[in-house]
């Protein structure tokens, strides 16, 4: 078991900080599906924002990566608990309550497997969006 954390870990610190397009999660909407275009155009405008630093763009694209936002992104439970993670983290004044309760949420539905994976994801993201 160890040597299988000591590969995750290395595969995780050679791993991208998560998908860097808003596209990578996106999936197809009907033309006739109202709600499915609606947030799927939402998703493209809050996307390049998160990763900005913005704190409402971070909780949209959080909520959306773990309830799939009316069929329009592809669900991504680890990269969601990272994003609440790194809200949280972010020193924003407008982290709340609410936020803990999303990251309790969110990250408590993963294994501490995955919970790890979510903690290096977001300690990698966190950085990218100091950097900028």
């Known amino acids: 078991m160890r040597s299988f954390l000591i590969g995750l870990a290395a595969l995780l ?3 991208p900080a998560a998908a860097q397009k808003a596209a990578d999660y996106e999936l197809s909407c009907e033309e006739s599906d109202t ?13 390049p924002l998160a990763w900005r630093g913005d704190y409402q763009g971070q909780r949209n694209i959080a909520f959306c990566l773990r309830d799939g936002c009316d069929g329009a ?3 991504n439970p680890i ?4 994003w609440r993670m790194v809200i949280v ?7 709340d ?3 803990t309760l999303n990251l309790k949420t969110d990250c408590g539905k993963l294994d501490a497997v995955e919970r790890e994976a979510a903690s290096a994801q977001a ?3 966190l950085a990218k969006i100091q950097r900028r």
């Open 73 to 75: 992104i592809r669900t």
């Open 13 to 15: 610190i050679a791993a």
């Open 97 to 99: 309550s609410s936020d």
């Open 89 to 95: 983290a972010s020193g924003s004044p407008k982290v």
């Open 123 to 125: 300690a990698r993201m």
């Open 35 to 47: 709600w499915c275009n609606i947030s799927l155009k939402q998703f493209r405008k809050w996307y």
């Open 79 to 82: 990269t969601g608990c990272a």
